[in-house]
């Protein structure tokens, strides 16, 4: 059987048996801080077994996308050595959430194994926990399992948890014996040894207990199960063949780094690198299709290790010197699309960002492997009693390096350790990845401080913290509401912009009025800055990028300006803001007080503003998949009344045309006034009709849709989703929306950058802003146009006309000062003096610049044919200096840098360069005559010291 026929059997087989037949999930987990990737097949169903989540079906079944590659899971090393190991694998699995049991799992697994493939019974093994008399018993019954081939094991092996506390249980795994010719020795068997005789093809897990913070288990009411077979392992049994690369899955990608190297692929030592490589292939294909991007952290660092690492394995075992992991990427997408057509639909971002990333660490790759050969030349050479510049490349790294080690060395760590400060710089200067450097290293019998290393990386990490501008301020609430026994807040604000409401809490900023230790108070006064928790509220918290609520709440005695609304708590909905009199109060001063029956009321016009730059971040997003490509995907927002800003995916950037049909795309919907129409929906439900989330939010099982929905035959406003036409965008949202596009009034894309490797932000303005920007830029260019003399539509070929004018007479001063440079080079040669037989010019002249300075000293080296001149002159209010000496002198040890440094330091400054030529800087400029002074002085000096 093929692969995809034993996909398609497997996923039929457990549909016929009332299970629901699920897509993949992406790679990337959805809210879950635990994981990297996704990397076994329940992971997306983890909610619903913790009882978190409900689905319209009790039974599933999955092929699922998985990577394990970094984090608790990670197979990374083994990649490439064992026949069994991968970075990135699919998971067959089928699962019951409290449906059945023990029995029906042992059944359907034989059932399938043995009758659907046809295994012979005699060569499946089984594993069960060793309590576990009930699944010993049940393999005897159901599958006539003899009892010498199921093997009891402990917890390491046979039971399993989703963590250190919740659901948990006991598993049973079905090995697949590969023959008594697999036999690793004398001790060879299951549970005593781990060769590839006993190949494990499917993980049963039962879930039938929660485990508590003590360690006590305790059954599930509705115990559950999760089962997990690895389509590559399944597919070897069946296509007998020795590995898993020999499967009809890898075997064409290795059979393409065969081909593009010219190299033929060995099932030994001598194929480790094709094997890699064909592995990362589908690993690098699969996660940059699910929107993962090359960087230096988390997802994007594990990306990047894995993809690094073929390029180096291709490059140095290989000799591929072409950029390749694109092919390699075309490869995969050709076997594997069949069964994720997500693949075919990114194919040529997959290969774009795979070729850029490749041709960027290729610039570097070639320099920083000669470094670390050269360095263990170097490390070799010493240890034999060489020296140490021998190495001529970076002799003062070796050096270092070395010393390091004599350093380590002599407190009993061992010679051949490489320092973790060498594997920082490579990392630093090269972009190599630290597991890299210690794949290289263990290549030349040697180990890297992997502590030194982390501690170059954390005071990294400080620099870069203390560097980053803090961007607003940080929010530190008055009151730890984790500990208020208050009910959730009610949200109003979708339906209305005012509501009475009644006060729960009142907190006071620590220190001031009748707070409590803790904050709290009954009352709060004119002047005090107070946080308020209202049974209900209009106002809207700040999340998922955008700003809150600002507006005022009012009480009997009392009004506050509220100026910031955040969550906190569980579910509760904190006002910050000051309190002020009534206006219309004649006497006695503002306060509000807990328990008070209150008005709240949202600032209607932010609100609006806020609402129309949040409706326009859907369709930047929209528009910008439809300009980009379907990679395109938002990864961070800020809409505040003012602006937004819109960070999404892209591996280059945006061009000005590209930009420019966005911004048409979006203002032409703005114009069409399309219906925005929110609406709840399941989540699941949601993400089939095609709505997209965003990985790192945490959605519930009720999610809020926001849709941009055609209008039906030019009617704005259509009364129900189904009357329209097609979605320009589908987003789940719990933001506030205009209620069409019209409301936008107009977008302006202000700017477009750079944030990060393979991460773009868009900056824009709408409404009101955008209006406010329209005016301010006309007056700029009526202005302009004014002051060149013209109508605003000339403005661009008048200024361009003054601006030629402009070079003209540019070229025209510098024509003349050239002329005056040649007057003042026939003076200077009079003044020419000999210092120990070396001609010697030291002088102040009149030059605008450093490019003069330059001038003058080439026409006095070309006149003087050997000498050593010094020039200085005053421009930008300072003195400068700049040091000539010629070609026979440098050869003498004669250096224009250390004379100009030693010159400028006069003054009271510094500056260097090359040993011909050298410029420099002070910052007394009544010292520039005493400087040159200096110059025969220290011209002796140098001549004496050679």
């Not at 050096?399 to 350093?407: C, S």
């Amino acid at each position: 059987m093929t692969s995809d026929e034993i996909r398609e059997a497997f996923l039929a087989f457990f549909q016929e048996r009332g299970h629901q037949r699920v897509p993949s999930a992406s790679l990337i987990p959805r809210a879950d801080p635990t994981l990297l990737y996704v990397n076994a097949g329940m992971v997306q169903f983890k909610d619903v077994f913790l009882g978190q989540e409900s689905r319209p079906y009790t039974r599933a079944t999955s092929s699922q996308k998985c990577v394990r590659a970094g984090g608790k899971h990670n197979d990374l090393d083994s990649v490439g050595r064992t026949a069994r190991h991968h970075t990135f694998f699919e998971m067959l699995g089928n699962f019951s959430f409290g449906d059945y049991f023990k029995r029906e799992a042992i059944e359907y697994a034989w059932t399938f194994l043995t009758v659907v493939l046809r295994l012979p019974k005699e060569r499946l093994w089984v594993t069960v926990y060793q309590d576990d008399d009930e699944a010993f018993g049940l393999w005897r019954e159901l599958a006539g399992v003899p009892a010498e081939r199921i093997v009891r094991l402990g917890e390491h092996d046979n039971f399993w948890a989703m963590g250190d506390t919740g659901p948990c249980g006991p598993c049973s795994e079905i090995i697949w014996d590969r023959g008594e010719e697999q036999r690793c020795g004398d001790q060879c068997g299951i549970g005593a040894c781990d060769c590839d005789r006993w190949l494990e093809v499917w993980n049963l897990v039962f879930m039938q207990f929660n485990r508590d913070e003590r360690g006590e288990m305790t059954p599930l009411p509705k115990p559950s199960i999760d089962t997990g077979m690895g389509l590559e392992r399944i597919a070897s049994v069946l296509q007998d063949v020795p590995t898993n690369y020999d499967t009809d899955l890898l075997k064409p990608l290795i059979e393409k780094v065969a081909e593009l190297s010219g190299k033929e692929y060995f099932p030994d030592e001598r194929g480790f690198a094709h094997r890699v490589i064909a592995d990362h292939a589908r690993a690098c294909a699969f996660l940059i299709g699910d929107g993962v991007l090359p960087g230096n952290e988390g997802r994007g660092y594990v990306l990047r290790r894995i993809l690094r690492r073929a390029i180096r394995l291709g490059r140095s075992k290989l000799e591929l010197q072409r950029p390749f992991m694109g092919v390699m990427a075309e490869a995969v997408i050709a076997r594997m699309s069949g069964a994720y057509p997500e693949l075919l639909e990114k194919h040529a971002f997959i290969t774009k960002v795979l070729e850029l990333e490749e041709e960027r660490f290729g610039e570097t790759l070639g320099r920083g492997l000669f470094v670390i050969k050269g360095t263990f030349e170097v490390i070799g050479i010493t240890a034999k009693g060489g020296s140490v510049e021998q190495f001529v490349e970076r002799p003062q790294l070796a050096q270092k390096v070395l010393d390091e080690m004599r350093a380590a060395a002599s407190n009993q760590v061992t010679l051949g350790r490489l320092p973790g400060g060498f594997a920082f710089y490579l990392y630093d200067t090269y972009g190599f990845p630290y597991e890299l450097t210690e794949e290289i290293a263990a290549e030349h019998g040697l180990s890297v401080d992997r502590e030194g290393f982390e501690r170059e990386m954390e005071q990294q990490r400080e620099r870069a913290r203390a560097a980053q501008k803090r961007v607003g301020r940080e929010r530190e609430a008055f009151l730890d509401y984790d500990e208020l026994p208050l009910p959730e807040s009610e949200f109003l604000g979708y339906q209305t912009l005012s509501a009475s409401a009644r006060v729960l809490s009142l907190a006071l900023r620590q220190g001031s009025g009748q707070a409590t230790a803790g904050g709290a108070a009954e009352e709060a006064t004119q002047g005090q800055e107070v946080e308020l928790v209202l049974d209900q509220t209009p106002f809207y918290v700040e999340g998922g990028g955008q700003v809150g609520d600002q507006g005022e709440i009012q009480g009997p005695s009392g009004r506050i300006h509220i100026v910031d609304t955040f969550r906190a708590g569980r579910g509760l909905i904190v006002h910050r803001g000051l309190v002020e009199r009534r206006p219309e109060a004649l006497e006695g001063h503002g306060s509000v007080m807990v328990g008070e029956p209150v008005t709240a009321r949202v600032d209607a016009n932010r609100r609006a503003d806020t609402a129309r730059n949040h409706t326009a971040t859907h369709l930047l997003h929209a528009a910008l998949r439809q300009v980009l490509g379907g990679h395109v995907q938002q990864a961070g927002s800020l809409v505040a009344p003012d602006r937004l800003r819109f960070d999404f995916s892209h591996i280059a950037p945006v061009s000005r045309e590209e930009m420019d049909e966005v911004q048409r795309i979006v203002n032409q919907k703005i114009r069409e006034d399309w219906p925005v129409r929110p609406r709840t929906s399941g989540y699941q439900e949601a993400i089939q009709e095609g709505a997209l989330a965003f990985f790192d939010e945490k959605y519930g099982e009720v999610v809020r849709i926001v849709e941009v929905q055609q209008p039906q035959n030019g009617r704005p406003h259509a009364p129900h989703p189904s009357d329209g036409g097609k979605p320009f965008s589908k987003e789940l949202c719990g933001g506030t929306h205009c209620g069409s596009t019209g409301e936008i009034g107009f977008v302006y894309i202000l700017s477009e950058s750079s944030v990060g490797a393979g991460m773009r932000r868009i900056e824009a303005v709408t409404g009101r802003a955008a209006e406010e920007l329209v005016r301010q830029r006309f007056g700029v260019l009526e202005e302009l146009s004014r002051q060149v003399g013209g109508q605003p539509q000339e403005a661009p070929s008048k200024v361009a006309g003054l601006l030629e004018t402009l070079e003209q007479e540019r070229r025209r001063a510098q024509a003349l000062q050239r002329e005056v440079s040649r007057h003042q080079v026939e003076e200077l040669l009079g003044r020419v003096s000999a210092v120990d037989g070396v001609s010697l010019l030291s002088a102040r002249v009149a030059a605008p610049d450093f490019e003069t300075l330059r001038d003058m000293a080439d026409l006095l080296r070309a006149r003087m044919q050997s000498g050593v001149i010094v020039l200085g002159a005053v421009f930008g209010e300072r003195p400068n200096f700049l040091a000539a000496v010629t070609k026979d002198l440098v050869e003498r040890g004669l250096n224009a840098g250390a004379l100009v440094k030693e010159v400028a330091s006069v003054a009271g400054g510094g500056g260097g360069g090359r040993p011909e030529l050298a410029q420099a800087g002070g910052r007394d400029a009544s010292k520039l005559d005493e400087a040159l002074q200096r110059a025969p002085a220290l011209l002796r000096k140098s001549l004496a010291a050679g």
